[in-house]
């Protein structure tokens, strides 16, 4: 099993910018791929962006690309988002994902890939 729990979330005024964390623990080494999804209320939840936990790859939805980044630092068991130049449809509650199958980086734009979830932290984007 693997436990994960993010940090980070709060109120930003619109074009600020917000770092989001999430601790893994547990199993760790089963883990091929770290994501972040977020859900705004009444909407489903979407893919935001994703890591290769041991490099090589990283992969972002188009309504962030160039705007957040995703990174990690294994030896502290964190996967970082960071999030720039932010807007009022960025409002939702992000969640960190984990998986644990080898595939090619685009697969894990699917929620269906990951294995464990954390239980969310909310972002809300003041105009």
């Known amino acids: 099993q693997v436990q994960l729990v993010e940090s980070g979330g709060g109120l930003v005024q619109a074009g600020g910018s917000l770092t989001l964390s999430c601790v893994t623990s547990g199993r760790t080494s089963s883990i091929y791929a770290m994501g972040w999804f977020r859900q705004a209320p009444g909407k489903e939840r979407e893919f935001v962006a994703a890591?290769?936990?041991?490099?090589?790859?990283?992969y972002y939805a188009d309504s962030v690309k160039g705007r957040f980044t995703i990174s990690r630092d294994n030896a502290k068991n964190l996967v970082y988002l960071q999030m720039n130049n932010l807007n009022s449809e960025d409002t939702a509650v992000y969640y960190c994902?984990?998986?644990?199958?080898?595939?090619?980086?685009?697969?894990?734009?699917?929620?269906?890939?990951?294995?464990?979830w954390g239980q969310g932290t909310q972002v809300t984007v003041s105009s």
């Open positions: 994902a984990a998986g644990r199958t080898v595939r090619d980086n685009y697969y894990y734009a699917r929620a269906s890939e990951y294995n464990y």
């Open positions: 890591i290769r936990w041991s490099g090589g790859w990283t």
